[in-house]
């Protein structure tokens, strides 16, 4: 792009495009500059972990999570039906990278979105009482179009957090929420029905050995095989953080 930039000026400096050309050139490319830059100041804004898209989503990573599912979260509906959504399951089957891809997509469509861990979130907010800026943060995080909160329920809420929680749903009403949530909580049924609600599981032993040969190719079948049924065993066992597809994966090419 800045190749043909540079050549269109120097046509232009060398009188061989036209002042209307140059005119109708330059003004083409303003709009696509002003889009750009707006993009990575939203996404810069968002304070993503990583970057990431729906586009390109991994759908072997895995199996369990239903390709037609995340196409209809794709299209952002819930969005413009100010819907929250909430992906429940284990730690380790993808829920925060899908989560950041849907917010990245929603900041390439022109929207606003922000990324936080919920224990950060209630953090800031209790800040607020201390030194009166409450109010100040309360509308902070309600501003954005899409409020990504990782790691919900993680641990019993203090009553404070629970109100200060309420108050932020309150005041973001109509402008949805992405919550993830793993397994150690139960989400109440109360909040299932107000969102749309997906469980992601981890894959069968079946599955999970497909994954790590596709990943990690260089462990062979044998050791593969070894590897996933070990971890099949340890997230049986009563862990407080049970292995995800992720660690199977690097276990394999260790």
């Given at each position: 792009?800045?190749?043909?930039?540079?050549?269109?000026?120097?046509?232009?400096?060398?009188?061989?495009?036209?002042?209307?050309?140059?005119?109708?050139?330059?003004?083409?490319?303003?709009?696509?500059?002003?889009?750009?830059?707006?993009?990575a100041?939203?996404?810069?804004?968002?304070?993503?972990?990583?970057?990431?898209?729906?586009?390109d989503?991994?759908?072997?990573?895995?199996?369990?999570?239903?390709?037609?599912?995340?196409?209809?979260?794709?299209?952002?509906?819930?969005?413009?039906?100010?819907?929250?959504?909430?992906?429940?399951?284990?730690?380790?089957?993808?829920?925060?990278?899908?989560?950041?891809?849907?917010?990245?997509?929603?900041?390439?469509?022109?929207?606003?979105?922000?990324?936080?861990?919920?224990?950060?979130?209630?953090?800031?907010?209790?800040?607020?009482?201390?030194?009166?800026?409450?109010?100040?943060?309360?509308?902070?995080?309600?501003?954005?179009?899409?409020?990504?909160?990782?790691?919900?329920?993680?641990?019993?809420?203090?009553?404070?957090?629970?109100d200060?929680l309420?108050?932020?749903?309150?005041?973001?009403?109509g402008?949805?929420?992405?919550?993830?949530?793993?397994?150690?909580?139960?989400?109440?049924?109360?909040?299932?029905?107000?969102?749309?609600?997906?469980?992601?599981?981890?894959?069968?032993?079946?599955?999970?050995?497909?994954?790590?040969?596709?990943?990690?190719?260089?462990?062979?079948?044998?050791?593969?095989?070894?590897?996933?049924?070990?971890?099949?065993?340890?997230?049986?066992?009563?862990?407080?953080?049970?292995?995800?597809?992720?660690?199977?994966?690097?276990?394999?090419?260790?």
């Open positions: 792009r800045g190749a043909m930039r540079g050549g269109r000026l120097a046509k232009a400096a060398a009188g061989t495009l036209g002042r209307a050309d140059l005119r109708a050139w330059w003004c083409g490319d303003e709009p696509a500059r002003r889009d750009a830059a707006g993009l100041r939203r996404l810069a804004a968002a304070r993503f972990e990583t970057t990431c898209a729906v586009e989503f991994d759908f072997a990573f895995n199996p369990d999570v239903p390709a037609g599912v995340i196409r209809d979260l794709a299209t952002l509906r819930f969005l413009e039906q100010g819907e929250s959504v909430i992906l429940h399951g284990p730690v380790g089957v993808g829920k925060t990278m899908l989560a950041q891809a849907l917010g990245q997509l929603a900041c390439r469509r022109g929207h606003s979105a922000a990324f936080v861990k919920t224990s950060r979130l209630l953090a800031d907010l209790a800040g607020g009482h201390a030194d009166r800026s409450w109010q100040t943060r309360l509308h902070r995080w309600a501003r954005p179009t899409v409020l990504i909160t990782d790691d919900f329920a993680m641990r019993e809420l203090s009553m404070a957090q629970a200060d309420y108050e932020l749903i309150t005041e973001r009403a402008r949805p929420t992405i919550l993830t949530s793993n397994r150690t909580r139960e989400i109440h049924d109360a909040l299932k029905r107000r969102c749309f609600y997906y469980w992601v599981d981890y894959p069968n032993a079946e599955r999970e050995l497909e994954i790590v040969k596709r990943k990690a190719p260089r462990a062979g079948a044998v050791l593969s095989r070894q590897v996933v049924e070990f971890v099949q065993k340890l997230r049986k066992a009563d862990l407080f953080k049970l292995p995800g597809i992720a660690e199977t994966i690097d276990w394999a090419e260790a």
